[in-house]
């Protein structure tokens, strides 16, 4: 069993949603967070809100899935970051369970 977790900006919640179907994960949780970023040490020029700090709107999925389920995730993740021509993607992690009730 491992913990999947993914982060995006909220935009991308009906892809997200879709890739977990096409992956057979049908039961999961997610949420909506802020996301943060610090662009104080980013020149004026090159920081296009011109503001130090910059939050999104992004959401957070959890999922426990077999190893078989977040590997076909993972391509399918991949495929549609490698689509994006935005400099937002959609970030994915696996975590191991050690011991769960």
């Known amino acids: 069993m491992k913990l999947l977790v993914i982060t995006a900006i909220k935009e991308f919640?009906?892809?997200?949603?879709?890739?977990?179907?096409?992956?057979?994960?049908s039961i999961y949780s997610y949420k909506d967070v802020y996301g943060f970023k610090d662009l104080s040490e980013e020149?004026?020029?090159?920081?296009?809100?011109?503001?130090?700090?910059d939050e999104n709107q992004s959401i957070i999925f959890f999922a426990f899935v077999s190893e078989?389920?977040?590997?076909?995730?993972?391509?399918?993740?991949?495929?549609?970051?490698?689509?994006?021509?935005?400099l937002s993607k959609v970030h994915i992690v696996v975590l191991n369970i050690e011991k769960s009730n």
């Open 68 to 86: 078989e389920k977040s590997d076909q995730l993972f391509i399918l993740v991949d495929e549609f970051n490698a689509k994006q021509k935005t």
């Open 43 to 53: 020149s004026v020029e090159s920081n296009w809100f011109s503001s130090e700090m």
């Open 13 to 25: 919640s009906k892809e997200i949603k879709l890739m977990l179907k096409k992956s057979n994960i």
